[in-house]
């Protein structure tokens, strides 16, 4: 996907928000976005989805299935958490099976049946994140994902910015309180006064993956109070959690 | 797009936003039909020029329930095109489900004279209402949130078009065509004698005609406006 000479301002009369933006964004690529608040991370985050239109310039090849991530998740719906994600299944033509297994992944169990309104803004997130998933995205584009996020949740984000890339999928990322030490191998690129600023990742987080052992599944009953913890520790000790079920 | 053709209509039920103008028909049946029977067509025909504004409205609540976010994910989801068409579609089918109970409900008070030619007086209440329902979600979308972006600006579309629409539909009008012929509709329904077929035909030509205009200003209007 490329922006070729991208420039964007929201109104008529206002300023340039972005100022001749040209990038690539290769296949299988990640690519953190940094920047103060106002930066303009957002308006480059949707003008990649597609959800803004460039004033001049074009962003082209853009993949077909874009899964985007906003950075507040609209949670001034009528419908539960299950509802949603299974009606915006239906919208999307997601594979059946779709939203119980994102459901799973991301800790939703226990909050299907809450209306999305009364969620936490932390769990509204994870809702925005499983919708964004639900179709495998050829792009997804995460806006702040780590925003109101609690421990276990945001250790599921690398895993998931991997997977998506290495199905091929390019990642989006923007950050703004340097978590993006859990993306290694991951683009800079950074926003300032309007304009990109794009840069090689660096050479210590491009070094080669260590070698992938032989695994074995382990499975593990914990107290519930203690679920959250037990797998923060299984995954700071290495090992892959890979679902958390009643 | 049926998925999102139901989700919203779904989120504008449950989200008690369709209460308001569900209110105004009840009120408007009440106006119209609790004085007495009257002929048929002549009782559809004003039914269908007052429903006019209160489908409008309708469309545009319809259309703003949804966060501008939640917007752009379907848009993103399906496309442009079938977002915007779904949003029209969702009004549609509300819009014809008002104009049923609309039509049905003289008959619960009695409101029609079934002394008069009952069968061409229901015929061309059926067509006035088809008549109306296509220009009022034209303009309930023209003035919705997507487009307009502001609520000021947004009600006032709203507000000045549906003033126009019986002020500019009044007999001796200076510019008729400027607006569709909802009252034009309801003035050749009036008539004791069954309107002849060309009246007809151009009726049916005007409104096809603003709606083009209308919704191809619409599709226009939402293809940088996500």
Not at chain 1, 123 to 139: C, D, I, S
Not at chain 1, 157 to 170: F, L
Not at chain 1, 195 to 210: E, G
Not at chain 2, 18 to 40: D, F, H, K, M, R
């Amino acid at each position: 996907m490329r922006f070729e000479q991208v420039w964007f301002r929201y109104a008529r009369r206002a300023g340039w928000t972005l100022r001749e933006v040209t990038a690539t964004v290769e296949q299988g690529a990640t690519i953190v976005v940094l920047g103060r608040n106002g930066a303009g991370k957002s308006t480059l985050l949707q003008l990649a989805a597609g959800v803004l239109r460039p004033g001049r310039g074009a962003v082209r090849d853009r993949p077909a299935v874009v899964g985007w991530v906003p950075e507040r998740f609209p949670a001034d719906q009528p419908f539960t958490a299950a509802d949603y994600l299974h009606r915006m299944a239906s919208v999307r033509g997601a594979a059946p099976g779709a939203v119980d297994r994102w459901v799973e992944r991301l800790l939703l169990t226990e909050h299907t049946g809450t209306r999305l309104a009364d969620l936490s803004k932390g769990t509204a997130q994870k809702v925005g994140l499983a919708q964004a998933l639900l179709v495998p995205p050829g792009l997804l584009v995460l806006d702040e994902p780590w925003e109101g996020l609690d421990s276990v949740a945001r250790t599921l984000i690398p895993d998931i910015v991997a997977e998506v890339t290495s199905a091929g999928g390019s990642v989006l990322v923007s950050d703004h309180r340097g978590e993006i030490t859990a993306l290694p191998g991951a683009i800079h690129w950074s926003i300032a006064e309007g304009t990109l600023h794009t840069s090689a990742p660096p050479p210590s987080a491009a070094a080669t993956p260590v070698e992938e052992e032989d695994e074995v599944v382990v499975e593990v009953a914990v107290r519930r109070s203690e679920a959250d913890r037990a797998v923060v520790a299984l995954r700071a000790a290495g090992h892959r959690v890979l679902g958390v079920r009643e | 797009m049926s998925a999102l053709v139901r989700m919203r209509i779904a989120g504008f039920v449950r989200g008690g936003r369709a209460l308001p103008p569900l209110i105004a028909v009840l009120v408007e049946l009440g106006i119209l039909y609790g004085g007495g029977a009257s002929p048929a067509a002549v009782a559809y025909g004003y039914s269908a020029a007052a429903l006019f504004p209160v489908l409008a409205w309708l469309t545009k609540l319809l259309l703003d329930t949804e966060p501008d976010v939640q917007r752009r994910l379907a848009r993103l989801s399906v496309g442009p095109a079938r977002e915007a068409t779904a949003g029209v579609l969702a009004a549609l089918v509300l819009s014809l489900l008002v104009c049923v109970a609309a039509m049905a409900a003289p008959w619960l008070f009695h409101g029609i004279d079934t002394r008069t030619a009952l069968g061409s007086g229901i015929a061309l209440g059926v067509l006035a209402h088809l008549l109306a329902v296509p220009p009022a979600i034209a303009l309930g979308a023209l003035a919705s949130r997507a487009v307009t972006r502001s609520v000021r600006l947004g009600v006032t579309v709203l507000v000045v078009a549906a003033v126009l629409v019986v002020v500019l539909g009044l007999t001796g009008s200076f510019a008729p065509w400027l607006v569709p012929p909802v009252m034009a509709t309801a003035r050749a329904l009036n008539d004791p004698a069954a309107p002849p077929a060309a009246t007809l035909a151009l009726l049916v030509f005007w409104a096809a005609a603003w709606c083009t205009v209308a919704f191809a200003g619409y599709g226009w209007l939402r293809r940088a406006r996500s």
